[in-house]
């Protein structure tokens, strides 16, 4: 059975750093893309940060790029999602997706796998 348990969201200040965790269990981890997408009230799911299977290659969102950083812990089958500075556009419910193949990464219908997500509330 496949399953993904997000981490590490909470309340905090504007200027904070963050990290968030994703857990998964049931896949290889050699064997699946991890993804990062968030929704905040009133507006649509939105891909935030992708990493590939051999946990080098990485994608990133428009809003995110060059702010948050998506990592893969060898051997833990952890992928972390890390900002040095979040701001309060950031704050949204945080989900973690994965899959074997998932077409292009930035389109959550390809993920068949997802988490319950973790709500970040950023405040200025």
């Known amino acids: 059975q496949v399953q993904l348990v997000e981490s590490g969201g909470g309340a905090v200040q504007a200027g904070d750093p963050l990290r968030l965790s994703c857990v998964v269990s049931g896949l290889a981890q050699t064997t699946y893309i991890t993804a990062w997408f968030r929704e905040a009230p009133g507006k649509e799911r939105e891909f935030v940060a992708g990493?590939?299977?051999?946990?080098?290659?990485?994608e990133y969102g428009v809003p995110v790029k060059g702010r948050f950083t998506i990592s893969r812990h060898d051997g833990e089958n952890t992928v972390y999602l890390q900002s040095n500075s979040v701001q309060p556009g950031d704050t949204a419910t945080y989900y973690c997706?994965?899959?074997?193949?998932?077409?292009?990464?930035?389109?959550?219908?390809?993920?068949?796998?997802w988490g319950q997500g973790t709500q970040v509330t950023v405040s200025s």
């Open positions: 990493i590939g299977w051999n946990g080098i290659i990485t």
């Open positions: 997706a994965a899959d074997p193949a998932p077409g292009a990464w930035s389109d959550q219908r390809g993920y068949a796998y």
